[in-house]
């Protein structure tokens, strides 16, 4: 078989996709690349390198024979806010050089994009696939910017690429990173460590959230779905589960009834707020059959578990 290269790999949804497409197509066709050094524990092949070099890049894929590549190499919410330029740079750079090797040699694609698309024009209760964009976030910009980037390569060059708009993802294989959402992953290192978390969203901040397998079946399903069965060429819309930090907190005091959190909101409150509360997914759902199958309290014992396995192994 022709070998699949995830770009990002180290990061959350890397982490845990890598290990997935090991064990669905054997170690031996995984090409995992990074810019950082993998984990102490990471088996399989792995390549260090920077997306923006495109021949680096293209040779890379030549090598290997790639036939699908999954990238996920990009910066989130909070880190694009305190870095714009370097975002613009890596997470539209990065993508292009992705199309533009992809379109010479045949090569399907998988790209996330976000619920950073949405903003304050956007309706915010089930938000409908085709909608007003207008995010204010630099992260936004790329991503809405990414997303007409390969609708524009599917139409003008027949790239088979295809995307989700991911919401909040919540998994435990990497650390949290800069994103707006990852208050629902770090909180738990908060309970586990020292039984309290200082919040930096509001208690109502309500937000799309998915857990991380979720994410992983469901996007090894797009990738899996006939060409014809896909309609949206930009990004699906693709949820699971709604809550705010309060509603979380009540799940958490179940396992720890004496859990203390306290709410301090700072820039990243603006980003949630700009965004939308819950998705209509509804034509991923009639297109591929998606279907998600954690809701919050199997979320929460999820994570409370992985985390604190995680922990007792440091
Ligand atoms: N999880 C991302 C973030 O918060 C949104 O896609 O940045």
């Known amino acids: ?6 770009t990002g790999a180290c990061g959350l949804v890397g982490s845990d996709l890598v290990l997935a497409l090991q064990s669905k197509f054997g170690s031996e066709n995984i090409i995992a690349l990074d810019l950082h050094d993998p984990p102490k524990e990471f088996q399989g092949r792995f390549e260090k390198m920077d997306v923006r070099d495109f021949e680096k890049l293209k040779s890379l894929i030549l090598q290997y024979d790639i036939g699908q590549i999954f990238h996920l190499a990009g910066l989130l919410s909070a880190g694009s806010e305190k870095n714009p330029d370097m975002a613009w740079d890596v997470n539209l750079s990065g993508l292009k050089n992705v199309l533009d090797i992809a379109k010479d040699h045949n090569i399907r694609v998988f790209w996330p994009s976000s619920i950073g698309v949405y903003g304050e024009t956007t309706p915010k209760i089930l938000t409908p696939q085709h909608t007003s964009f207008e995010p204010n976030t630099m992260y936004g910009v790329t991503k ?7 609708q524009y390569y599917h ?3 027949g790239v088979d690429v295809r ?8 998994g435990y294989k990497a650390m949290p990173g800069d994103g707006t959402t990852e208050y629902a992953i770090h909180i738990f290192y908060g309970l586990i460590r020292e039984n309290r978390y200082e919040c930096f969203l509001s208690a109502d901040t309500r937000l799309p959230m998915m857990y991380m397998d979720d994410a992983i079946r469901g996007t090894l399903m797009l990738m899996d779905a006939p060409s014809e069965a896909i309609t949206i060429r930009t990004s699906y819309n693709f949820t699971a589960i709604s809550f705010t930090p309060a509603e979380l907190v009540a799940e958490i005091r179940k396992i720890s009834p004496d859990f203390k959190i306290i709410y301090k909101p700072d820039y990243r409150q603006k980003i949630a707020d700009s965004w939308s509360q819950s998705i209509d997914d509804s034509q991923a759902r009639k297109d591929w059959g998606w279907k998600e199958e954690y809701d919050l309290p199997k979320m929460t014992t999820a994570l409370y578990e992985g985390i604190k396995e995680r922990i007792s192994n440091e």
């Not at 078989?1 to 995830?6: F, N």
């Not at 809405?144 to 390969?150: F, N």
């Not at 995307?163 to 919540?170: E, F, H, M, V």
Request: proline fraction near 4%; aromatic fraction near 8%; charge should be positive.
């Open 1 to 6: 078989m022709k070998r699949i290269l995830v």
């Open 144 to 150: 809405v910017s990414g997303e007409l980037l390969c």
């Open 163 to 170: 995307s989700l708009r991911y919401p909040g993802l919540n």
């Open 155 to 157: 139409h003008r060059y």
